[in-house]
């Protein structure tokens, strides 16, 4: 499947800014971000890992999921699928991820007219 496998960050543009937005930004980290993502079908396992840290969501493409924040909140969602792109409405940001020339590239992008967006590249490993 088109998202299936392991990936490594490569670049991410508005990082702190974002961590800042969501009021995260103690967890700010310099450590490498490993996205292991498992797609069969329409079902998805998506972790990340950083040293000391795992973050695993389960999910069905089409569907009102319960999913984690990267706090371990619990919140249900829809996630859906257009043109190739997932997308998932966090309680503080919009989550998008798709495949571009086999690089997997995610955005958060949190509300407002002075809404920041994170941009992660991860190339695959």
Known sequence: MAFTGKYELESQENYEEFLEAIGLLSAKTDHNVITEVVQDGNNFTWTQTIPNWTWSNQF???????????????????????????????????????????????????????GVTLKRISKRI
């Not at 991820?97 to 955005?107: C, P, R, S, T, W």
């Open 60 to 114: 069905v493409v089409g569907q009102e999921c319960e999913l984690a924040t990267m706090t371990g909140s619990k919140f249900k969602a829809p996630v859906t699928m257009e043109g190739g792109k997932l997308s998932v409405q966090f309680p503080q940001y919009d989550f998008t991820a798709e495949i571009i020339q086999d690089k997997l590239v995610m955005n958060c992008i949190t509300p407002g007219e002075k």
